[in-house]
T-cell receptor, first 115, second 110 residues
Framework: DTAVSQTPKYLVTQMGNDKSIKCEQN?????MYWYKQDSKKFLKIMFS???????INETVPNRFSPKSPDKAHLNLHINSLELGDSAVYFC??????????????FGPGTRLLVL | GQSLEQPSEVTAVEGAIVQINCTYQ??????LSWYQQHDGGAPTFLSY????GLEETGRFSSFLSRSDSYGYLLLQELQMKDSASYFC???????????FGPGTRLSVLP
């Protein structure tokens, strides 16, 4: 069974389009994340979210918005796509144990190419 | 803010031992994690140090020194399949932010 799954695996689209990436985890975790990994493999957190709080990395443009229909899902919506949005986007989840760093479990990634 | 630094590349031969260092600047730090990522794959958790000292998990060990803001990942008996990128990661502000280092690309040669 896949612990953290993402769809689609590949996404090729034109500049200016709006797209969504879906993420689901079946681990019963409380917290989910979105990361962006660029061509130089820098891995940067975009959002972390649990049922209590959304934490946004202040460098993330407001064209990016997370949407969580329930605890097991955190989707990423991107409006007005730009060339610089091309990257691999990883979803991850962790158990909220409070007071300590939590192991994160990553999805397989979505490779986004904006033309 | 928080920052972590790692060497960009390390090369070693099969059977050897390699150490990947990580230095960090952060406040409100819980501990240091290490993740492995093969080309085309997702990061996977390797090890976590909350306390100073050495944690051993099979061929991999990880070390943390809070007083030196320094840690390392030690890989022993290197195998070709260990060729991957290795990221250190840590907290800032007691879990409010989670930051990955820039990654170290390890190449294991026959």
């Amino acid at each position: 069974d896949t612990a953290v799954s993402q769809t689609p695996k590949y996404l090729v689209t034109q500049m200016g389009n709006d797209k969504s990436i879906k993420c689901e985890q079946n681990l019963g975790h409380d917290t989910m994340y979105w990361y962006k990994q660029d061509s130089k493999k820098f891995l940067k957190i975009m959002f972390s979210y649990n049922n209590k709080e959304l934490i946004i990395n202040e460098t993330v443009p407001n064209r990016f918005s997370p949407k969580s229909p329930d605890k097991a899902h955190l989707n990423l919506h991107i409006n007005s796509l730009e060339l610089g949005d091309s990257a691999v986007y990883f979803c991850a989840s962790s158990q909220d144990q409070g007071g300590q760093q939590e192991t994160q479990y990553f999805g397989p990634g979505t490779r986004l190419l904006v033309l | 803010g928080q920052s972590l630094e790692q060497p960009s590349e390390v090369t070693a031969v099969e059977g050897a031992i390699v150490q990947i260092n990580c230095t960090y600047q952060t406040s409100g730090f819980y501990g240091l994690s290490w993740y492995q990522q093969h080309d085309g794959g997702a990061p996977t958790f390797l090890s976590y140090n909350a306390l100073d000292g050495l944690e051993e998990t099979g061929r991999f060990s990880s070390f943390l020194s809070r007083s030196d803001s320094y840690g390392y990942l030690l890989l022993q008996e290197l195998q070709m399949k260990d060729s991957a990128s290795y990221f250190c990661a840590g907290d800032d502000n007691y879990g409010q932010n989670f930051v990955f280092g820039p990654g170290t690309r390890l190449s294991v040669l026959p």
